[in-house]
């Protein structure tokens, strides 16, 4: 069965503190990898998308990582900012019918001043 | 990237009437999608609306409860039907030029009582 399963579920940090979401995905045949930041009442924006054959992908103080040999990826956010507090989602994309999506639960991170 | 918009923004309905969502985009794309947000969960594709014929369900969705209409490159609508209380959710609609990024609309927030 294709999933996506993400942890923590929802975590508290510290302003200026660094943190890192995970990602395990079984989807298959992969396509790419992605992260979406959501803010609360708002649609998601993408971080980083990341294809097979690429292992580290950066945008700004967001740093994603994959190993898709374990498949696994995840999500280090640098020196927190209270506007990092959002929902982290990630998603998998498949090879096939049409490169459908299937969402992780994604990660509440709540950064505290 | 691709800038979408979507009509209303957010609204309450009372059960057993329909509501019909508009997302308009800055420029042609591929491919339009339809999404379910229910409250604390990640997002579930309704359908894939396909320009100029019928949109294309998932399983567990159907165009009596859901229409869609594309009637160009750069715009749709879905209507949620004959409503009830289990349909309050955020509906996003997205956006893909080629299967590597999809961008999201800013979603609309509907409450049915």
């Known amino acids: 069965k294709n999933q996506v399963e993400q942890s923590p579920q929802s975590l508290i940090i510290l302003e200026g503190k660094n943190c890192t979401l995970q990602?395990?995905?079984?989807?298959?045949?992969?396509?790419?990898l992605r992260w979406y930041k959501q803010d609360t009442g708002r649609g998601p924006v993408s971080l980083t998308i990341m294809t097979f054959s690429e292992n580290t992908k950066s945008n700004g103080r967001y740093t994603a990582t994959l190993d898709a040999d374990t498949k696994q990826s995840s999500l280090h956010i640098t020196a927190s900012q209270l506007s990092d507090s959002a929902s982290y989602i990630c998603?998998?994309?498949?090879?096939?019918?049409?490169?459908?999506?299937?969402f992780g639960g994604g990660t509440r991170v709540l950064v505290k001043p | 990237s691709a800038v979408i918009s979507q009509k209303p923004s957010r609204d309450i309905c009372q059960r057993g009437t329909s509501l019909t969502i508009q997302c308009q985009v800055d420029?042609?794309?591929?491919?339009m999608f339809w999404y379910r947000q229910q409250p604390g969960q990640s997002l579930t594709l309704i359908a894939t609306?396909?320009?100029?014929?019928?949109?294309?369900?998932e399983s567990g969705f159907v165009i009596d409860k859901f229409p869609i209409s594309r009637p160009n490159l750069t715009f749709s609508t879905l209507t949620v039907s004959n409503m009830s209380p289990e349909d309050s959710s955020i509906y996003l609609c997205?956006?893909?030029?080629?299967?590597?990024?999809?961008?999201f609309g800013p979603g609309t927030r509907l409450l049915v009582l």
């Open positions: 997205s956006v893909a030029r080629n299967q590597e990024t999809q961008y």
């Open positions: 990602c395990n995905y079984t989807v298959s045949p992969f396509s790419n």
């Open positions: 998603v998998v994309s498949r090879k096939a019918a049409g490169n459908k999506l299937t």
């Open positions: 609306a396909n320009q100029g014929s019928e949109a294309t369900y």
């Open positions: 420029s042609q794309v591929t491919m």
